[in-house]
């Protein structure tokens, strides 16, 4: 029986060892020792009488993953059984005597395969793991001869410093035992079972060690590869300026390239040779502009097929590629289930340990798309979307986080009925952990595999465009988490890419360094990539008061953040810039919430700025008055250019106001879901009606009342409960409605919310009890939104119609009111809470809004019914939510509810609406 011991695994069992060695399920009185200032060094330098506890379990031939740990303990067991004794300086030893005894294996059919080990102080606060974080593994080898070969190098890469090595070759019984490096014997040992050797390492190669052991008939080997690798020469990247991450060359070879100021050297290792370090793979440098570049061009890769990598840096750092275009995580892809990623790659436990690897596909970008001519909304009619996949689709009423692209695309006919034009997606760069908001990026070239593969987002975005939906996505240039490859290869404080505390107060995770040219490099070709390679037509930039220069904050507290910053101007035009080489009309927005100065001058190039209404939104929708002016929907009531802003009610950042108003409402809102509702769509016309682009957070057209924050007022991140049931609400499906409604008196009458209209928002909070109204005119079109705030009490105002009576009609209002007008009295009469919006004949109304289609299907809403006049094939009804409702054969009657519908028959689709 052969036993192959790839070095991978030799130098992981290095931080735990055994006695005896190897170790077999028959080992009797076994010891482990675990040493400390190996792996993550968590532990180093802990003495007693801080104590050491093992948390240990084992692999068994019943495990379904390396993760799979059998007979593990409760986390933060101190049981005596699992207190390590001190021996020495970062040596400590766990007596467990006979394994399945001490574990409770009493399954005689059951095999251990692996001791599985995370070290622990008691109070659990310092970890002992391995290199990267990973856990802890000790083989345990089949009954018979075997032999186990260690050595006292970290890992398989020598370099000047550790070529004096020493080995030790141990058999499970006695045996003729032999060592051997590229085919020359250095040492044997007749009848024993353990042979140690010094060798010294004279050139730089690639060396092949075997330990044999012989007893009898009985022959075994253990195999390990070392490399003592040249140095890094310098060369001159192919073409002059490097290209970061992997480049397919002409000839079919590759080229990778990773910038790593101030190192010496670097390696590839990767799936193409099996991970052994080699020569062969030892990277160029090339210094440019000031930055070293390591590269090299690696041949034979086959087109179509996924290769897996990493790099070792100055001999000893394993770090991802930060350009990668897909990431597998060692810690998490484990759980995210095929349906979700079907063929996602086997991370390579039994290879490598603790660093997230990059896969490099040649046609990993090859998609068909549809619509490759896509053109959005003017940005000053954006009517934008933010959905968080984690949890727009899922498990119905529960807060699994198990939302997925896919789910989102089902989805799509809902968001289409709804009519908005733009889905800002948070953000879906490879994020640390599952389940996140996804600010807390590690990769930003690589879509996160929690929701999907990158394929599943194309489709998306794909299908959004031909609905004529854009898709913007939410980027992170403020901070990353901790797996950045960048953040990985320095010290804390000696990171060029990173700033050791952020210089302004809203620091987050590890702050980058905006100056360093490098990492404006990376958010330059972040942006470039997303829009050519993902078609995505826009972004919304996070946390932009952080973007500045780091000498551009007086100090990091609120006030001189908060200040006018020239640089933070200057940063996101040049980042503006990039994008208009791939996109001149793309979306520009900057969630900067500075003042009017810094914001009006980003706005002179056609940027966006996010303008939060929250605090005053919450005033109004809970039913009082004080600060409850909604007059800053509209840009210039804000001291801002027209057009300039994207204002909303809530956001992901911002409490939900019908929990506020289940929570705090006045007497008449809190408890009342009636007019809860009807005060959220008065909220909501008071915003859609004013002029400019504005943000609706997901589900608050349904009035969702989940609570967003913690106890502290910080951010509750969890998974929310999946919430489509709230469409079964009378109350909450009248408030999308409204917002059906509203929005599509933005889409089909543009001229309305244009510049050159005139527009008057009285919408303070000194209009609670004579009534808001918002009135646009444009030539002899006119159109008011009329606003009754006050709770308990039916209002009439006074509304300037120029029209005769017949020349308006009701556009939107409140669901289950019954606002009443005089065109010639000049009056409406509103219920309390009510909105109306009232616009010339000659307006377009929702259902108005033309329908691509084909006349052989011919549908129509009465009240209480769908009326199917003609149809070519066997009919299907849904409702917003996608859920088929009805099925006919033919033309027919259809006895429904009220609301809005799609019908399908064929290829053929139609909307309308019952009353």
Known sequence: MMLMLMLVFV??????????????????????????????????????????????????????????????????????????????????????????????????????????????????????????????????????????????????????????????????????????????????ASAATLLEVDYRFTTPGDYHVVATATAGEERTEAVADYCYAEDSAEKP???????????????????????????????????????????????????????????????????GKQYIYYYLVDGTLKIGDPYARLVLDPDNDKYIPSSVYPNLPAYPYDKVQGVPLAVYQSDMNDYDWTVTDFKGAAKENLIIYELLLRDFTGTEGKADGNG???????????????????????????????????????????????????????????????????????????????????????????????????PHAYSVLNDWNQGYGLVQRQWHDVIRYWMEEYKVDGYRFDLVKGLGDNDSYANAGDQATNAYNASRVARMRELQKVMETVRPDGYFINENLAGAQEENEMASTGQLNWANVNHESDQFAMGYQSESSLRRFYAPYDSRTWGSTVSYMESHDEQRLAYEQDTYGAAGVKGNVEMSMRRLGSTAAQMLMAPGAH??????????????????????????????????????????????????????????FAEAAFYDGTCGSGDWYSGRLLTSRNGDKELFTVVNPKVDEELTMRVEFTGGESDYKVLAKSYATEPTYSVTGKTVTLAPGAFVVIGSASLTEIEDVPVESISALSVRGVAGALVIERAPEAVAVYDTTGRKVAVAEGACRLTLPQGIYIVRSGRETRKAIVR
């Open 237 to 303: 990247y192919p073409g002059g300026t490097p290209e970061m991450g992997a480049v397919a060359n002409a000839d079919g070879s590759v080229t990778f390239c990773l910038a790593a100021p101030q190192k010496r050297g670097a390696i590839i290792i990767g799936s193409w040779n099996d991970y052994r370090i080699s020569n062969e793979h030892v990277m160029n440098y090339c210094d440019v502009d000031g930055f070293r570049y390591f590269w090299v061009t690696v041949n034979g890769l086959e087109p």
């Open 404 to 502: 997925t692209v896919a789910g989102a695309l089902e989805k799509l006919p809902y968001l289409k009925s709804l009519g908005v034009n733009a889905i800002e997606l948070l953000p879906i760069n490879e994020f640390n952990g599952n389940i996140s908001w996804g600010y807390n990026p590690n990769f930003y070239f690589a879509p996160d595999k929690a929701y999907g593969t990158p394929d599943d987002y194309k489709r998306f975005i794909d299908a959004c465009h031909a609905e004529g939906i854009a898709v913007i996505l939410d980027m992170v240039f403020n901070q990353s988490d901790w797996q950045h490859p960048w953040y990985q290869m320095y010290p804390v404080g000696e990171n060029p890419f990173y700033n050791a505390s952020a």
């Open 695 to 752: 943000m609706i957070w997901q589900f608050s057209e349904l009035g969702n009342y989940d609570n967003t924050k913690n106890s502290n007022g910080g951010n509750n991140t969890d998974p929310k409960p999946v919430r489509w049931n709230l469409l079964d609400n009378e109350y909450r499906h009248g408030l999308y409605d409204s917002y059906r409604a509203l929005i599509g008196i933005r889409n089909g009458n543009p001229e309305m």
């Open 11 to 188: 130098s992981v069992n290095a931080q735990v060892t055994s006695q005896p060695t190897p170790l077999q399920e028959d080992s009797q009185d076994v010891t482990v020792f675990f040493h400390a200032d190996l792996g993550n060094r968590g532990l180093e330098g802990v003495t007693p009488p801080t104590k050491i506890y093992a948390h240990t379990g084992v692999i068994t031939s019943k495990s379904t993953s390396q993760s799979d740990w059998k007979y593990a303990p409760s986390w933060g067991d101190n049981n005596y059984k699992y207190e390590l004794e001190y021996v020495s300086a970062n040596l400590w030893k766990l007596y467990i005597g006979d394994i399945r005894t001490y574990y409770g294996v009493t399954d005689p059919a059951e095999t251990i395969e692996k001791l599985a080990f995370v070290f622990r102080t008691a109070d659990c606060s310092k970890e002992g793991k391995g290199t990267g974080n990973s856990d802890i593994f000790l083989d345990v080898v089949d009954a018979g001869l075997q032999v186990a070969l260690e050595s006292d190098l970290p890992g398989s890469l020598v370099t000047p410093s550790t070529a004096d090595v020493h080995f030790k070759v141990g058999s499970t019984k006695a045996a003729d035992l032999t060592l051997t490096v590229n085919g020359e014997k250095i040492g044997e």
